[in-house]
């Protein structure tokens, strides 16, 4: 009791003052698994060492191979085998030199945890020492892991698992008992023996392992004669480099070393050589060298693929991560806009914008064809992408709150005020990261699909985003060329592209009820190249990426948020009683407080229809009474242009009296319009154009500035003339007296 006693004292001091709080404290590699938790990606620990994080299980063939070559009475020692040892010192005795030794695997432990110091007697000790506290503070199970993850395996790498992955390229589970012995063997002698080296001696310890498994029955007599035959590993395997942008981008927010993520690594790996391929063929046709794809989970919002470039090496700046770069997003934040302006009531979704010639503080915005509608659509006009209707709709609804808008969306690029951005931000004037937009839309899926309650914070509703996936599921993108017709799909895929100024940037974003896709192309250099749009280049990755996943659920309309309400089929404004024709929609609740139809009017004509009439004139040409849609001038100048069953109205009579200033209006430029006039090569004021438009079309206009006339025209209204900086009136006056006016202000 005594002895007992005093070795229980023993050790109890010896823990507490000569034992180290933890064994091992090396830094560990780091590693990105995917959502099975097979290795996707690793990096070398900062001490250059491959050397996994601790093994938290056991591979039973390995164990086996390990304990039987090692150390057979593992599970019957506390720490020293004292059989072992009696053997060793008779053999060495006998031979008068060191032929055997008797360290357990534990004592093995010990002397890694002490740094691997010289093997001399006191050291031997010492060992013994630390391999009896091991064995008495630890669980076996917890020796071997510690000794599984710490072994040294030839080389910079340590630990089996890491071992596996570098020689077998795979994980520890899968290997065979040839493989699984062959690891077993190597941290006898590492150095000795390592892999890429003396072969022969490594096939030799492997086979007397495999022969040790036989003759104690762990081996049948087939599995011991095929072990015999697979050859050895030839040079380490490099490790998984799959997602490594994605990798990399966790690490910068991870103090953990293993990080398990939503990756799928089968589709990771798919998308991956789909970026691989579009890119080396897109470099070849048009210099693009670089393509980001990101696929997202619209329940979780956690990335399904990650592809922050390509991994061709010969493209230039292929490591930058281009998920994460800031670019300009050209069109793929006008359907933000359009969803925001319905949750507010400040349009309905087939509302009548205008879609002339604009500028605002010397901004002329021109849509992609660089022509006029006069007149298009709210749904329209995001669906083909128009330039200038979105800038007039987000002068209606103002940068400052669209910025707010996109910043609750989850936008994180916004670092300047809203003067800085101005009208351009509908159009690309801010930066983007893909990550974030392919977020966005995320959020606005995931509230619809999965009916999320709608919050007061909430700054887009969910009738909102249903009719933008609505208008986005329409495949018809003409701003871009008609090259979208090749990607017609079964699947209901709300899409939009997007093209920065310069052609630097092509974007496409695709949304159903289960994933969101975005894709970039271009060059992260920031160069640009003639004729890359979104429809052209990224529309044609995004939609064979949405071929490899699951079909999804429509997205189907809102129980909550809507309400019946009577429309105008012609100008899409709730109706007034002059509409002749009116349809009942399920609109938005905020829409009750958009737009009353100011279109439709109620007119008198002559009996023939050939002339307007009034109280004055309608005596002897008769009279009747129409509901007819009618345009301001500079908007039916454009309009019929484009659509050939528009009826304008006709003139009034020569004999009725009419003064009315409905029938002149400014195409160019707008009233309070901010205008720089430009300077020429030799440094001088160049002439300003001003066009306007009559709704006679004989008519002669009269042109003053300021009150002075200036000029007369007849046909084409256009005027040339070179104004002084400042403020001014233009005006014009037809010769029947009817008149228009515009405040510019001149830079």
């Known amino acids: 009791?005594?002895?007992?006693?005093?070795?229980?004292?023993?050790?109890?001091?010896?823990?507490?003052?000569?034992?180290?709080?933890?064994?091992?404290?090396?830094?560990?590699?780091?590693?990105?698994?995917?959502?099975?938790?097979?290795?996707?990606?690793?990096?070398?620990?900062?001490?250059?060492?491959?050397?996994?994080?601790?093994?938290?299980?056991?591979?039973?063939?390995?164990?086996?191979?390990?304990?039987?070559?090692?150390?057979?009475?593992?599970?019957?020692?506390?720490?020293?085998?004292?059989?072992?040892?009696?053997?060793?010192?008779?053999?060495?005795?006998?031979?008068?030199?060191?032929?055997?030794?008797?360290?357990?695997?534990?004592?093995?432990?010990?002397?890694?945890?002490?740094?691997?110091?010289?093997?001399?007697?006191?050291?031997?000790?010492?060992?013994?020492?630390?391999?009896?506290?091991?064995?008495?503070?630890?669980?076996?199970?917890?020796?071997?892991?510690l000794y599984v993850s710490h072994a040294p395996f030839g080389g910079n790498t340590v630990g089996a698992q890491t071992a596996s992955w570098r020689y077998f390229n795979r994980d520890l589970s899968r290997l065979s008992w040839a493989e699984a012995a062959t690891l077993a063997v190597l941290p006898n002698s590492p150095a000795l023996i390592h892999p890429g080296r003396n072969r022969s001696a490594l096939k030799r310890k492997r086979d007397v392992l495999l022969g040790v498994l036989r003759k104690r029955d762990v081996l049948t007599a087939e599995e011991y004669e095929l072990a015999l035959l697979e050859e050895l590993p030839e040079k380490p395997y490099p490790l998984p480099n799959d997602a490594s942008h994605y990798f990399d981008f966790l690490r910068k927010n991870s103090r953990t070393s293993v990080m398990k993520s939503s990756i799928d690594l089968r589709l990771q790996r798919l998308v991956q050589r789909m970026v691989n391929d579009y890119s080396a063929r897109y470099r070849h046709s048009n210099h693009l060298e670089n393509m980001a794809l990101v696929v997202l989970d619209v329940e979780t919002g956690q990335p399904v693929a990650?592809?922050?470039?390509?991994?061709?090496?010969?493209?230039?700046?292929?490591?930058?991560?281009?998920?994460?770069?800031?670019?300009?997003?050209?069109?793929?934040?006008?359907?933000?806009?359009?969803?925001?302006?319905?949750?507010?009531?400040?349009?309905?979704?087939?509302?009548?914008?205008?879609?002339?010639?604009?500028?605002?503080?010397?901004?002329?915005?021109?849509?992609?064809?660089?022509?006029?509608?006069?007149?298009?659509?709210?749904?329209?006009?995001?669906?083909?992408?128009?330039?200038?209707?979105?800038?007039?709709?987000?002068?209606?609804?103002?940068?400052?709150?669209?910025?707010?808008?996109?910043?609750?969306?989850?936008?994180?690029?916004l670092h300047y005020s809203e003067d800085?951005?101005?009208?351009?931000?509908?159009?690309?004037?801010?930066?983007?990261?893909?990550?974030?937009?392919?977020?966005?839309?995320?959020?606005?899926?995931?509230?619809?699909?999965?009916?999320?309650?709608?919050?007061?914070?909430?700054?887009?509703?969910?009738?909102?985003?249903?009719?933008?996936?609505?208008?986005?599921?329409?495949?018809?993108?003409?701003?871009?060329?008609?090259?979208?017709?090749?990607?017609?799909s079964m699947k209901n895929i709300a899409w939009k592209t997007g093209t920065s100024w310069g052609s630097r940037d092509a974007w496409s974003v695709g949304v159903t009820s289960k994933y969101v896709v975005g894709v970039w192309c271009g060059n992260a250099t920031g160069e640009g190249r003639a004729g890359v749009t979104g429809v052209g280049f990224a529309s044609p990755v995004m939609f064979d990426v949405f071929a490899l996943l699951d079909d999804s659920?429509?997205?189907?309309?809102?129980?909550?948020?809507?309400?019946?309400?009577?429309?105008?089929?012609?100008?899409?404004?709730?109706?007034?009683?002059?509409?002749?024709?009116?349809?009942?929609?399920?609109?938005?609740?905020?829409?009750?407080?958009?737009?009353?139809?100011?279109?439709c009017k109620v007119v008198h004509l002559s009996e023939d229809g050939r002339w307007q009439v009034n109280l004055s004139c309608a005596e002897n040409l008769g009279i009747k009474t129409e509901k007819r849609f009618v345009l301001p001038a500079a908007q039916e100048y454009f309009y019929k242009k484009c659509h050939a069953d528009y009826r304008a109205l006709p003139p009034f009579h020569p004999n009725c009296?009419?003064?009315?200033?409905?029938?002149?209006?400014?195409?160019?430029?707008?009233?309070?319009?901010?205008?720089?006039?430009?300077?020429?090569?030799?440094?001088?004021?160049?002439?300003?154009?001003?066009?306007?438009?009559?709704?006679?079309?004989?008519?002669?206009?009269?042109?003053?500035?300021?009150?002075?006339?200036?000029?007369?025209?007849?046909?084409?209204?256009?005027?040339?003339?070179?104004?002084?900086?400042g403020s001014h009136v233009l005006s014009v006056v037809d010769e029947i007296g009817n008149r228009r006016a515009v405040m510019i202000h001149l830079k």
Not at 309 to 330: L, M, Y
Not at 390 to 410: A, P, Q, Y
């Open 657 to 725: 009296e009419s003064m009315s200033n409905e029938s002149l209006d400014f195409i160019y430029p707008e009233h309070n319009a901010e205008i720089v006039i430009p300077r020429g090569f030799d440094g001088k004021f160049e002439e300003v154009v001003f066009s306007a438009v009559s709704k006679r079309a004989d008519a002669t206009l009269f042109w003053h500035m300021d009150n002075t006339y200036i000029g007369s025209t007849k046909d084409d209204h256009k005027i040339s003339l070179t104004p002084e900086k």
């Open 1 to 145: 009791m005594a002895v007992f006693s005093g070795g229980f004292l023993f050790f109890f001091v010896f823990h507490c003052f000569f034992m180290p709080e933890t064994l091992f404290d090396d830094a560990e590699s780091s590693l990105l698994l995917d959502k099975d938790g097979n290795l996707m990606c690793a990096r070398i620990a900062p001490d250059g060492q491959w050397r996994f994080p601790e093994t938290d299980s056991l591979d039973k063939r390995f164990v086996s191979c390990l304990l039987n070559y090692e150390d057979r009475r593992f599970y019957s020692h506390l720490g020293i085998d004292v059989y072992s040892v009696f053997r060793a010192l008779k053999r060495n005795m006998q031979s008068e030199t060191v032929k055997e030794g008797a360290s357990t695997l534990t004592m093995q432990l010990a002397r890694m945890a002490r740094g691997n110091r010289p093997r001399t007697l006191w050291n031997k000790i010492v060992e013994a020492l630390w391999a009896v506290d091991i064995e008495l503070t630890h669980s076996k199970e917890e020796i071997l892991k």
């Open 306 to 413: 990650y592809v922050g470039n390509t991994t061709d090496t010969r493209a230039v700046a292929s490591q930058v991560d281009v998920v994460q770069s800031e670019r300009s997003p050209g069109s793929t934040l006008k359907p933000f806009l359009y969803a925001a302006m319905m949750s507010c009531g400040e349009i309905t979704p087939r509302q009548l914008i205008s879609d002339t010639p604009l500028t605002i503080n010397g901004f002329t915005p021109s849509n992609f064809n660089k022509g006029f509608s006069g007149a298009v659509h709210a749904d329209e006009a995001v669906i083909q992408s128009l330039n200038v209707p979105l800038v007039r709709m987000l002068s209606l609804h103002t940068t400052g709150r669209f910025m707010e808008d996109l910043k609750w969306l989850g936008m994180s690029t």
């Open 553 to 599: 659920d429509k997205f189907y309309q809102p129980s909550k948020g809507l309400e019946l309400m009577s429309v105008c089929r012609s100008s899409g404004c709730l109706a007034s009683l002059d509409c002749a024709v009116v349809d009942t929609l399920y609109l938005p609740e905020k829409s009750r407080e958009a737009d009353i139809c100011n279109y």
């Open 420 to 488: 800085h951005y101005g009208a351009s931000l509908v159009l690309g004037g801010a930066e983007v990261k893909l990550w974030d937009l392919c977020q966005m839309y995320r959020k606005l899926a995931r509230k619809l699909y999965y009916d999320e309650p709608d919050n007061p914070s909430d700054r887009i509703s969910k009738p909102a985003i249903w009719y933008m996936f609505k208008a986005m599921s329409k495949l018809n993108r003409p701003e871009e060329e008609a090259q979208w017709t090749q990607f017609k």
